[in-house]
């Protein structure tokens, strides 16, 4: 039969992409991440998984993204979508793991075997994927030992080309629920901007347009994607005005620049001449984080980061609920172990709004959104989108409304749940999002900010030799192992006023990552650095201390 699994066919591909030896491979928080000359075999494996996926989801179509996002140029990595745009379901990350890891050929088809029988595989099911790349120039490569692991299987396969991850998890939806009472827009790229722009101007329109925003687009995908979403927009509507949107010089990509740059080291990117009065934003590599900042009148760099994003996003979505007249739809916002302590009292205590605190990871705040009718999640590092259930879309959707204004607030919804990209947090769409609520209320970058003031935070990477000995409880905000280690950062952060520290092992980056935040910058940056040495000096540091206060 055409579409049942011919082992011998698969084998014979696999020998043209060896697994190196002597490396131990796991799907992390966001794939496979890594140096991208280690990852051939990977992603030829990659493409194995996808489509054991898609026979068992009864031929839905599954997403493969290639990227390696915030990363370092050099590097490279692979993610799956399943059939709605979320991540892959948990419980497959494990085969994932299992593929990448079979040592030969051999091994490589006994764990297809065992996953095929483990999930009661039908082999004769046709499969689908569509996959896209970003702008990395290791990526065609990547692409080629892709579509050899796809092609060995048979599979049906649609090259959406170079695109930014959420572009890659819209369409990836859009094909699954095409024609059903789910649809999700057109599953081609103008189907995206179409989508997004319409909805922008329908949320905007009547108010006078905000000044221009600058955007720092990390040399990455998003600057192509960008322009072509303002031209769709129009000068009327959204004034753009790019930097570091130089995606075709290497070397460029993320470097002193992007959304993870930013966040990190609390300044501008390079390129950036923004002066007080000026707005602006900057997305990461593959344009699916955004953070905002402006300059204040003494030069201060102020940073409006992911917390800050869910609370514009929340206020606003409440007050449209409200004044909609729309009882019984309730509104959370959902976090991880990296918000600001300030952003989390200010929405419980002022916005009177259920915060839950999730593990790091886009899955982890997903699930845990899906659990409120709108369920707004966003990491610290500009992650996140608003999602709203099956209930809440339904009620938008049929409400009428009595006065003007309610109609005006149920037109309002509707629209906003056409601009944002449910699958995902996009760049593109968040940045809509935010210029929409700041035209909408006529706010200023400072405005916005006032609400609000963030505690001093530092983010400081420790190379270890194992950051797998690493174990966290707690969403993170505790460590298990290497035992004894949590008693002494607790011992530190007891001397701080306002202090809070914790650490965890990246699942993106070779490092273990040390957050820490405190009633003054002096004492925050005192008591991130200590927990660090502490970090490298009993847990196996390597290649230097991080430099401050040792
Ligand atoms: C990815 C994930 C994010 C996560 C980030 C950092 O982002 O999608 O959820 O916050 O990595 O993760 P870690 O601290 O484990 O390295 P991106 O934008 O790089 O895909």
């Not at 859009?174 to 999700?184: A, I, L, R």
């Not at 722009?197 to 600058?214: D, M, N, Q, Y």
């Not at 409304?401 to 309610?406: D, K, L, M, R, S």
Request: charged share 25%; hydrophobic share 35%.
């Amino acid at each position: 039969m055409q579409n049942s699994i011919n082992y011998d066919k698969i084998k014979e591909a696999a020998a043209y992409h060896p697994k190196p030896q002597d490396i131990n491979y796991t799907y992390g928080t966001a794939g496979f991440r890594m140096k991208a000359d280690l990852l051939d075999s990977v992603i030829f494996r990659v493409g194995i998984l996808a489509v054991l996926r898609s026979k068992k989801l009864d031929s839905k179509t599954i997403g493969i993204m290639i990227t390696a996002s915030h990363n370092p140029e050099h590097d490279n990595g692979v993610k799956l979508v399943d059939p709605y745009g979320e991540m892959l379901e948990q419980s497959w990350e494990n085969y994932a793991t299992q593929l990448a890891n079979a040592q030969t050929e051999d091994e490589l088809v006994d764990v297809i075997k065992q996953i095929v029988s483990n999930n009661d595989i039908d082999e004769s099911k046709p499969a689908n994927i569509v996959y896209a790349r970003d702008t990395r120039p290791s990526g065609p490569a990547l692409v080629s030992a892709l579509v050899d692991g796809l092609k060995s299987l048979n599979s049906k396969i649609i090259d959406f080309g170079v695109k930014t991850t959420p572009q890659l998890h819209y369409v990836t939806r859009c094909y699954n629920v095409q024609g059903t009472e789910d649809d999700y827009g057109e599953p081609t790229e103008e189907g995206y901007y179409k989508k997004l722009a319409t909805a922008f101007r329908k949320v905007v329109e009547g108010k006078s347009r905000l000044t221009p925003i600058h955007i720092d687009a990390a040399n990455g995908v998003g600057a192509p994607k960008m322009k072509e979403l303002a031209k769709h927009i129009g000068d009327e509507y959204l004034e753009a005005v790019l930097v570091n949107d130089d995606y075709t010089t290497q070397g460029k990509l993320n470097y002193q620049c992007g959304a993870d740059f930013v966040k990190t080291s609390q300044r501008l990117p390079f390129g950036s001449k923004i002066k007080h009065g000026d707005r602006a934003a900057s997305f990461d590599g593959d344009a699916d984080r955004i953070v905002y900042y402006y300059v204040d009148e003494d030069n201060t760099f102020k940073l409006l980061d992911g917390d800050k994003i869910a609370g514009l996003a929340g206020g606003f979505i409440i007050d449209l609920v409200k004044t909609a007249g729309l009882e019984g739809i309730n509104v959370g916002v959902v976090q991880t172990a990296y918000a600001n302590g300030s952003s989390t009292t200010y929405l419980e205590k002022v916005m009177n709004v259920p915060v839950s605190c999730v593990p790091t990871g886009v899955k982890h705040l997903h699930h845990e959104a899906e659990k409120y009718d709108i369920g707004v999640y966003f990491e610290a590092n500009g992650h996140g989108t608003v999602l709203f259930s099956k209930k809440a879309l339904k009620t938008i959707h049929s409400a009428e409304g009595q006065t003007a204004e309610q109609k005006e607030a149920i037109e309002k919804l509707r629209a906003l749940t056409d601009l944002i990209n449910q699958t995902v947090g996009d760049a593109l769409s968040d940045l809509l999002l935010v210029e929409a609520i700041l035209t909408n209320r006529q706010w200023s970058l400072k405005q916005w900010d006032q609400a609000y003031s963030d505690l001093p935070n530092r983010l400081v990477k420790v190379v270890v030799e194992n950051r797998h000995i690493f174990k966290t409880t707690d969403a993170e905000r505790k460590l298990l192992e290497p035992t004894g280690l949590q008693e002494q950062i607790n011992e530190l952060i007891s001397k701080y006023k306002n202090g809070r520290s914790f650490v965890r092992p990246s699942g993106t980056e070779d490092v273990v990552r040390v957050y820490a935040e405190a009633a003054t910058r002096e004492e925050c940056d005192e008591l991130a650095y200590k927990v660090a040495g502490l970090v490298y000096d009993q847990a196996g540091g390597t290649g230097g201390k991080p430099k401050e206060f040792l």
